[in-house]
């Protein structure tokens, strides 16, 4: 009996990295699963090694999130495969990183639009299915970048736009009262993704010192996020609602 046994949860962005350790556990945890991604290959990937796992996943890709349509046409995709979900897993971001002063205009917008009007747009497409299914549960990534100033990379576009989703879900979670939704949110610090593999891999980095300073002396890894959020999105926390959980292996603890 896995903890998600009847459930069905829609995850973005499961090419790769943590959404793939999500759909994997999800689906070992016994949810069907429907993801999306902009990738075609990474996505088909993923779905295969669901099935070669004994799990059910389908999803849709490519589909680009950052966009009303699109989370629309994934969501409606998701209800004609399944006929419901019970689990939305807001996941998939894409980011530019640059200074205050420097950072171009578009880069700014884009980090923005596809790390929190994703989430928007995943959640108001999301949204009246869940209501109709009699609640269901909502789980947003937000980053310590949102609560905290980092230096060793300018992360302004991105802790901005993740300060924003840790708020969206606050309101989401006073709009779910009374229909059965809750939200929450988590917050990572250094996950080794293929994303981060730039940092997490160099030597010569930062990396080496900020695992220094963390009490658990390691960086995350996407089967650490996974195994939160599983818990989320099981009944089992059921009365976590409205929560900023931070997953950083201690470092957030240590102030400056």
């Not at 929450?184 to 900020?210: K, Y």
Request: aromatic share 6%.
């Amino acid at each position: 009996m896995g903890v998600l046994d009847g459930k069905t949860a829609l995850i973005s962005g499961t090419g790769r990295g943590i959404g793939r350790a999500v759909a994997l556990e999800f689906a070992r945890q016994g949810a069907r699963v429907f993801g999306a991604d902009l990738d075609i290959s990474e996505n088909n990937e993923t779905i295969q090694l669901v099935r070669e796992a004994g799990g059910v996943m389908s999803g849709l890709a490519p589909v680009d999130l950052s966009s009303q349509d699109g989370a629309d046409a994934w969501v409606q995709a998701a209800v004609d495969e399944f006929g419901g979900f019970d689990i939305l897993y807001n996941n998939a971001s894409a980011l530019r990183h640059g200074a205050i002063d420097t950072i171009p205009l578009e880069d700014w917008y884009f980090t923005i639009q596809n790390e929190l009007h994703l989430v928007f747009h995943c959640t108001r497409a999301a949204w009246p299915h869940l209501v109709a299914r009699g609640g269901g549960s909502i789980i947003n990534v937000g980053s310590i970048a949102a609560i905290r100033g980092v230096e060793f990379v300018p992360m302004a576009p991105h802790g901005a736009a993740k300060g924003g989703v840790v708020a969206f879900t606050m309101h989401t979670t006073a709009a779910g009262a009374g229909v059965g939704i809750r939200a929450n949110a988590i917050s990572p610090g250094m996950v080794r993704t293929p994303e981060t593999a730039q940092f997490t891999d160099d030597p010569d980095g930062p990396v080496p010192g900020l695992i220094a300073r963390t009490p658990s002396r390691r960086i995350g890894q996407p089967e650490d996020i996974a195994a939160l959020v599983t818990f989320l999105a099981s009944d089992d926390s059921s009365y976590i609602n409205g929560a900023n959980i931070v997953i950083d292996g201690g470092v957030s603890a240590m102030g400056g």
